[in-house]
């Protein structure tokens, strides 16, 4: 039977048994040199190919001169070559009928459209004859568990790899090192660990995917710089999800400045990080915001992708005072509750003669560490509901009498509640004996609260199972006919099932006849334009109009207004629509990420929505209940909940509406680029909505 297409990548990719080092250096002191060397040095025992043309051996392995000398059924080809020389070599392996080969030089897409060329032409080169490309601009492969180095990475000087049940993959090389050295040093061993650079070929996702079957690999770690293959990403971490393997991921790019380093170093954008927060939490990903939480927070994610709700509760216990009171401190600035132990575990405990005090902290400082008191402690809270998880510090005696404070939680390994310790002094012993127990240990109370919080916060991946709520239909016809403007963009909200206010479209200059029509007074007039997208800094919005003289006043006074703002505006007449008033006005909204995909906005809207810029942003479309849950996460969601007196918002109304625009994400090749609804008016419980103003602007290139 033949090998699964799936199983050879993984084979020739991971764990090859034939590799070729293209470019293979004898001077031990150049980087052309380490493959080889490292191969051999971590214990490779397979069949390895020097390719120099002027020399017979390197490093005692016979050499042949070029790619075309090399034996048949090679799975590998490490290619160490200059930029320019690399797609010389991509056609000769190619064309020898190598299954794969990695690429380690940079000067490709990363360098501007002459380098984008460049990594075009290896691409479609490789592709002509089935071989698959690792980089360029990739520091290689490295498989612990096979005993297999195929890198160039400085880390592998180290005398020996910890194998181990972590999979990384990595869209930085130099940091994929840095992880290792750091796993290493606290014992925290790697299945798998791949570079994949510009990722002309082999993508992350894709590499990803293939330790979803890998059976050493238990937890999966990502490090991005950005997002290029969204949908092989979500794919890859819904599979995972159903494989019990969480997706832990560290994303490049929180601020403009590492968005646009991020951008610089590998040639694609970085993106928004809202949208992209927004596609990890839909695809289930883990994401850590501490650099170091990234190895730390595996041992914390394991056996948690069955729960199904994020969870807020964390109860601490600590042997140092102070090092407790920084966690908890770590733990609310990061959105986290640590309540008190309730009376019912007081008494439990008081039961087993240790009495615990009421307050959030358990600080058994002054009783010293002893492990029956701390033991029984953390026992409790590890059987207590009143927490989701548990954190314990420890202080001084970790770094010399682990056995206090350090083995009573070793033995409480595998409880299923999520366990974490922040060890206060340096104590790498412990650490280690952490790590071997399968216990997520920390150096600093910033990176377990980080963790925590990505750990507790994860929801599994997004189902949107449920039907449109609107006329899509009659939505991609609206927009088809051409929704440039409010009056237009309202009747396609109207399609989707979001009530609108009620209105009508007037000429620029109406007759006397057509307002005294208007019964529903009082009303608010607007100009009608593609080209003012904000009528209210345009002067193009007046309220509160009486009858029908005052209309006929205010029509003309905004015609002038948008003629002084924007001379060349088209302008398409006035809206006219009754007032409304609710409860809360919020801004509801889609757009369509160049990386990530479709996304939901929902916030604080009117005029003042950018400049408090409370909003959520999801991956669309929406469920009802992630709807419900992006509102309720907003800052300014208890004045929807009848704040002070104030009467509740219709928050089920809102949650439809926002779920319903959201349906935009089912339309056939993205048709639509931004659409928003602001304000959009909700009324008291019962009461609905209403969408008073929008925007539609359509797709100008393919996504």
Same mark, same amino acid.
Request: hydrophobic letters at 45%; charged letters at 20%; a neutral charge.
């Given at each position: ?38 191969? /051999? ?63 380690? &030089? ?39 568990? @096979? ?17 181990? /049940? ?86 490049? %790019?929180?601020? !403009?400045?590492?968005?646009?380093? &991020? ?7 970085? %993106?928004? @990080? ?66 008190? *132990? ?83 002094? !340096? ?84 007759? *006397? ?30 309220? &509160? ?33 009754? $007032? ?49 849950? $992006? ?18 918002? @219709? #928050? ?6 926002? &779920? ?28 609905? #909505? ?6 539609? #602007? /359509? ?5």
């Amino acid at each position: 039977m033949p090998e699964p297409a799936d199983g050879k990548l993984a084979r020739v990719l991971l764990s090859p048994a034939r590799v070729a080092v293209i470019g293979a250096s004898a001077d031990p002191r150049k980087t052309a040199s380490r493959p080889q060397r490292y191969l /051999r040095k971590h214990g490779f025992t397979g069949e390895l190919y020097p390719v120099n043309p002027g020399r017979g051996e390197v490093f005692g392995e016979p050499a042949v001169a070029s790619p075309e000398q090399l034996p048949d059924g090679i799975d590998h080809a490490c290619i160490l070559l200059p930029t320019e020389a690399v797609e010389a070599a991509v056609v000769a392996c190619a064309e020898r009928g190598i299954a794969c080969a990695s690429i380690l &030089a940079g000067g490709f897409a990363e360098t501007g459209p002459e380098g984008q060329a460049r990594q075009r032409r290896i691409k479609e080169a490789a592709q002509r004859h089935g071989m698959r490309l690792l980089g360029p601009n990739c520091i290689g492969v490295i498989n612990p568990v @096979d005993r297999i180095a195929l890198s160039a990475s400085a880390a592998l000087d180290v005398d020996s790899l910890l194998p181990g /049940r972590l999979g990384l993959v990595s869209q930085s090389g130099s940091l994929l090192g840095a992880l290792l050295s750091r796993g290493q040093a606290r014992g925290l061993g790697f299945s798998k660990l791949v570079s994949v650079g510009n990722e002309a070929d082999l993508g992350l996702g894709e590499i990803a995917d293939l330790l979803v079957d890998d059976p050493t690999t238990e937890v999966i770690l990502l490090f991005l710089e950005s997002v290029r293959d969204a949908s092989r990403i979500e794919a890859m971490a819904r599979r995972a999800q159903a494989a019990g393997k969480p997706v832990i991921a560290y994303k490049l %790019g929180r601020s !403009e400045v590492g968005a646009e380093l &991020a951008t610089s170093h590998t040639g694609t954008l970085a %993106g928004n @990080d809202a949208a992209v927060d927004a596609f990890l939490d839909a695809a289930g990903i883990i994401r850590v915001d501490v650099f170091e939480g990234l190895l730390e927070a595996a041992a914390l994610a394991r056996g948690q992708t069955a729960r199904t709700r994020p969870g807020r509760a964390v109860a601490v216990v600590t042997t140092s005072g102070g090092g407790g009171a920084i966690v908890v401190d770590r733990l609310g600035l990061a959105g986290l509750d640590v309540p008190a *132990p309730p009376p019912a575990l007081r008494r439990k405990l008081a039961g087993q003669g240790i009495e615990i005090g009421p307050g959030r902290l358990i600080d058994v400082t002054m009783a010293g560490a002893r492990p029956d008191v701390y033991g029984a402690i953390l026992l409790a809270l590890m059987e207590s509901d009143h927490a989701d998880a548990v954190v314990a510090v420890v202080g001084s005696s970790a770094q010399f009498h682990p056995e206090l404070a350090v083995q009573p939680i070793v033995e409480l390994a595998g409880r299923g509640k999520p366990l974490a310790v922040f060890l206060a002094p !340096e104590a790498g012993a412990s650490a280690r004996r952490l790590a071997e127990a399968g216990i997520a240990g920390f150096r600093t109370p910033e990176s377990c609260a980080d963790a925590m919080s990505a750990v507790l916060r994860r929801r599994p991946p997004a189902e949107v199972s449920r039907r449109p709520f609107g006329d899509l239909d009659r939505v991609g016809k609206l927009l088809a006919a051409g929704a440039d403007d409010e009056a237009a963009a309202l009747a396609v909200f109207a399609a989707l099932g979001i009530p609108r206010i009620r209105s009508l479209v007037l000429p620029a200059e109406p007759e *006397p006849a057509a307002l005294a029509e208007i019964d529903f007074y009082p009303v608010a007039a607007k100009i009608r334009s593609p080209d003012i997208a904000h009528k209210s800094d345009a002067g193009g919005v007046i309220l &509160a109009i009486e009858d029908a003289a005052a209309l006929r006043r205010a029509c003309r006074l905004l015609i002038e207004n948008a003629r002084r703002h924007r001379p060349e505006a088209r302008i398409g007449g006035i809206i006219v629509q009754a $007032m409304a008033s609710g409860v809360a006005e919020l801004l509801i909204g889609y757009r369509c990420d160049a990386q990530v995909g479709p996304l939901a906005v929902v916030g604080i809207g009117g005029t003042l929505a950018e400049v408090l810029a409370d909003v959520q942003v999801a991956r669309a479309p929406l469920s009802l209940e992630r709807a419900r849950a $992006m509102i309720f996460d907003l800052k300014g969601a208890p004045l929807l909940r009848g704040f002070r007196g104030r009467a509740s918002a @219709d #928050v089920e109304a809102l949650a439809r509406a926002l &779920a319903a625009l959201s349906d935009l994400a089912r339309l056939p090749e993205a048709a639509v680029s931004e659409a928003e609804i602001n304000p959009l008016i909700v009324g008291a419980e019962g009461e609905g #909505v209403v969408a008073v103003d929008g925007l539609i #602007v /359509r797709q100008r290139r393919p996504v």
